[in-house]
């Protein structure tokens, strides 16, 4: 059974290619075999004849055929890896499986399940968490994320070596994490110098400078806008009051406490930043859809040895599919079960604002019910680096799950977590060329029924 449903994720530095026209359709432990009780499943395992045998969907089947169609062909993927665990399904344990080639060299080896790719905005939950727990500790006083930026960081003012814009100062935390504030976003003034210069370290200063002297979208609250420019400000805030670094913090704060050995923040080059002994299971990612040229970053590339620095607080995180979900179990779960967050902050992660204007409501207002699938294709509800989505199925069946992609400049991928059924899946494409679309539309329609068919409310 497909749904109709089309999940078209905007995410990552997903503006860049829409400003861009970056792609033609519109819309980011020691390794998986020993992950504590995975049932995983290699290339090299024995296939089945059909993607649904006995009323179930085979997801393995699933990403062969998704790796071997003529679209990935066309959109340039060269392997697809996927984690899946819900109630009911494999003993309630995760499927950790991949199916085609780590790269599109000729001697490329099998993709493998613990395969470490760019998580791109998916990125955004891990700064939410930190800002969160952060809160928790008193770091930005009495009042919280409802703390103004100029509360924090004492009404900054511009300098030679510190761009700001005096306005950003009236601008709440929680608007900066909910993309409520008006700041513009910075990705297409960046990718400009990026696509030339691709091995160039960005500093949070250089980034916030290419829009400090624009002028706002609208006034803090009185709108909604997805702007990576948030979570880079946030990341100055974040240091400021802990006199730390980001990737210290979302490392000890998070990966350590989840004990993560695959997962990283990149501040520069990737492959100088991991573990030398995970080289081998960097996937590379390809650029498609620009206009030609003979800059750097051009159709085709392989983006995998380039700086992340670009990207910043807002989608710096390379990770595998095992870990996110892992991650986002973990996100979810109150911290007397063993979750990152105590139960005031895990409520304020999923106090959602609409992302577009409705009959009851408009965009960036608070919104309590996400009942209806939007024409964006992003999420009706926005919370902190999260959103919830609304997915109605052929059958007439419909449910809610949370989510949020995440794209750089060569990959696109996703989490989705359903509550109902406990139901928890990450996975990534390794290319944003066309063809990409009907792609991860085969594959999540797969997954919408698995999770509606198979896995079994708690």
């Not at 993607?51 to 179930?56: E, R």
């Not at 420019?229 to 802990?242: D, E, F, Q, R």
């Not at 959103?387 to 809610?400: I, K």
Request: proline residues 4%.
């Amino acid at each position: 059974m497909r749904t109709k449903h089309v999940s078209l994720i905007f995410c990552g530095i997903q503006e860049l290619f829409v400003l861009l026209a970056f792609v033609t359709f519109l819309v980011t432990m020691t390794g998986c075999d020993n992950n504590a009780g995975a049932s995983t499943t290699k290339n090299n395992s024995p296939q089945t004849s059909s993607v649904h045998q006995n009323n179930t969907i085979d997801l393995q089947s699933v990403l062969n055929d998704a790796v071997k169609s003529k679209d990935a062909k066309t959109a340039g993927i060269t392997g697809i890896p996927l984690t899946f665990q819900c109630n009911g399904v494999n003993n309630n344990l995760p499927l950790v499986l991949s199916s085609g080639k780590i790269s599109n060299e000729p001697n490329a080896i099998d993709l493998p399940s613990d395969a470490i790719y760019q998580i791109g905005s998916s990125t955004k939950s891990f700064t939410a968490v930190v800002a969160l727990q952060l809160e928790s500790e008193g770091f930005f006083g009495a009042n919280g994320l409802g703390s103004t930026i100029g509360e924090v960081l004492n009404n900054p003012k511009p300098t030679p070596l510190e761009p700001w814009n005096t306005e950003w100062n009236k601008i709440t935390l929680r608007q900066l994490l909910n993309m409520t504030s008006g700041i513009p976003n910075y990705i297409a003034d960046a990718f400009a110098v990026y696509q030339e210069y691709p091995y160039r370290p960005f500093s949070t200063n250089d980034l916030i400078s290419f829009v400090v002297d624009k002028q706002p979208d609208f006034q803090p609250g009185q709108g909604w806008h997805y702007s990576n420019t948030n979570y880079i400000i946030m990341n100055k805030i974040i240091s400021y009051v802990t006199h730390r670094n980001l990737k210290e913090l979302i490392t000890t704060r998070i990966f350590n406490t989840l004990k993560f050995t695959h997962t990283y923040y990149i501040e520069d080059i990737p492959a100088q930043e991991i573990n030398p002994l995970q080289q081998q299971l960097l996937m590379s990612g390809y650029v498609f859809g620009l206009p030609d040229t003979t800059k750097p970053i051009h159709n085709g590339v392989d983006i995998k040895p380039y700086s992340l620095s670009v990207a910043n607080a807002a989608g710096a995180i390379v990770s595998n599919t095992a870990e996110m979900s892992i991650y986002v179990r973990a996100l979810f779960k109150d911290k007397s079960q063993g979750g990152l967050l105590g139960s005031k902050q895990l409520a304020e992660l999923k106090d959602l604002v609409s992302t577009e204007s409705g009959d009851n409501y408009k965009a960036g207002e608070h919104i309590v019910i996400v009942d209806k699938e939007t024409k964006s294709g992003l999420g009706l509800g926005y919370g902190l680096g999260i959103m919830e989505y609304f997915v109605q199925l052929p059958d007439g069946n419909h449910f809610n799950y949370y989510s949020h992609g995440g794209d750089t400049f060569g990959f696109d991928s996703n989490w989705m977590y359903q509550e109902n059924k406990q139901a928890y899946t990450s996975y990534v494409f390794n290319s944003m060329g066309s063809g990409l679309r009907n792609v991860r539309v085969g594959i999540e329609s797969e997954i919408f029924a698995k999770i509606s068919n198979e896995c079994i409310a708690k």
